[in-house]
Every structure is written in structure tokens, then in C-alpha cells.
């Protein structure tokens, strides 16, 4: 399976913030719609980085409250990792793993696509494993024609 089926089941929403919000602006937004990780996009539609609640942490920590009055430009990833919708979930979850990231924005041509995160991966592929598990019962039981 490929990454269109988890944007099928999902949806293709992806929030996005300016780089001239600030990380106030962008932790609310993560706090109200509940996500990990915001696209940076000056016209809502390009990649211009990303901003996840990793990178504000991080902010803080080094530089205290006075953090979230910086527009996001200055903490932003701005080498963001991309999938396509064609790229299969193990080649994602593998990607994931081995960069040590938990959300990539899917472009398909030149335009943003949809976000998977790696809950959305696990999801999925927790539920393919279970549906391999009840075939390989039912053929064990003798109930596949």
C-alpha cells in the first residue's frame, strides 16, 4: 500500500503557518487543532520549512519565554523531508525511522499534498497486520471457499 491510501482514508488538510507568525501564534495553533506539526508556507500552498512542537521546545529551552515572540523563520526545519503519494508506507516508516522525524508534508508535483505523521503509518499498518491475522485465521478454520 502507498501513501494516497492513508490521504484517501485521512483527508488531505495540512495546516500551514506564514514564517512571519510567531512561535506563540504556531503553539496555539498545534494546541487547537491537536497536530505535532505545522507546514511553514508564505502562500499556503509551497514548502518553506516546517515547525513542530520539537522545534518550539527547543526554542524555549535555549532562549527562554521571551522564544515566542520570534517569527517561526528562525527556528523552523527548513530541510524538510517529503514523500509522494505513490511511496509505499514501508519505505515512509523506514524514512521516518532512520531520520528520526515523525511528520512528512507529501507533495505531489510541485504542490503540498497532505501530512502524514508517523500515528497515521502505524495506524495503517497496524490494521493491515490485523487484517492479515483474521485471513490467516479464517483460512486455519477452514472458513475461505
Do not use: W
Not at 13 to 26: D, F, H, I, K, Y
Not at 39 to 51: E, R
Not at 109 to 127: C, E, F, P, Q, T
Request: proline residues 2%; glycine residues 10%.
Amino acid at each position: 500500500m502507498n501513501v494516497q491510501t492513508i490521504l484517501s482514508a485521512k483527508g488531505a488538510e495540512v495546516a500551514t503557518v506564514t514564517p512571519s507568525a510567531t512561535l506563540a501564534e504556531a503553539a496555539e495553533m498545534l494546541r487547537a487543532r491537536g497536530f505535532g506539526a505545522l507546514v511553514v508556507s508564505a502562500d499556503g500552498a509551497g514548502l518553506d520549512g516546517i515547525v513542530s512542537e520539537r522545534d518550539i521546545v527547543r526554542a524555549l529551552a535555549a532562549d527562554g519565554v521571551a522564544t515566542l515572540e520570534r517569527k517561526i523563520a528562525t527556528c523552523m526545519s527548513s530541510e524538510v523531508f517529503t514523500c509522494g503519494p505513490s511511496d509505499s508506507i514501508d519505505a515512509l516508516m523506514s524514512m521516518m525511522t532512520e531520520r528520526r522525524i515523525r511528520h512528512l508534508p507529501v507533495i505531489d508535483g510541485n504542490r503540498l499534498a497532505g501530512m502524514i505523521s508517523i500515528g497515521d503509518a502505524v495506524k495503517y499498518r497496524l490494521g493491515e497486520l490485523e487484517r492479515e491475522n483474521d485471513q490467516l485465521h479464517d483460512y486455519i478454520q477452514g472458513n475461505v471457499g
